[in-house]
């Protein structure tokens, strides 16, 4: 739940950001150089959010929020750059083609769904070998490793 949440909270503070950011795009010449405008921005603020403020603190703004954290598998440590543009792509270009593509899909659902080549096996876990936990569950995590190697 707190994922679900965390990502709508990210939606909602890019939008808000860009809403803000309207007034500057109102005084360009035409509406097709203001929509051009405000989706350049609405890309830049995403991947400022998701590519690097995760990289910075292992959280975007709304899983700080939420208390959830982004890590790489299978160590537990820090995503580099590239895993977490390519996670950002697959969020911005896939995810939002989801819902289409299951309206023209079958009208009768497998009984188990059928997951495509490199499809992660756990909801938690995506296409860049990124997992998102919870911060107290990291740190528990940490203590632990600790107190096993010291």
């Known amino acids: 739940m707190r994922r679900y ?3 709508g909270l990210d939606a909602y503070l890019c939008l ?10 109102l005084h360009a010449d035409g509406t097709g150089r203001a929509i051009a405008l405000l989706v350049v921005q609405l890309i830049a603020l995403s991947f400022a959010n998701q590519v690097l403020l995760t990289m910075a603190v292992r959280a975007s703004a709304g899983k700080l929020i939420m208390g959830v954290r982004v890590i790489r598998l299978p160590d537990a440590g820090r995503p580099g750059f590239r895993r977490l543009v390519l996670r950002w ?3 911005l270009l896939w995810l ?6 299951r309206l023209r899909g079958p009208a009768t659902a497998p009984t188990r769904p059928e997951r495509p080549a490199g499809c992660p096996n756990e909801p ?3 296409l860049a070998g ?6 107290c569950d990291l740190r ?9 190697t010291g």
């Open 5 to 7: 949440l965390a990502v």
């Open 16 to 25: 808000l950001a860009v809403g803000l950011l309207v007034r500057s795009c």
């Open 89 to 91: 792509l697959y969020g």
């Open 96 to 101: 939002p083609l989801q819902p289409w593509h």
């Open 124 to 126: 938690h876990e995506d």
């Open 130 to 135: 990124i997992r998102q936990v919870r911060h």
């Open 140 to 148: 528990n995590y940490r203590a632990a490793v600790e107190d096993r």
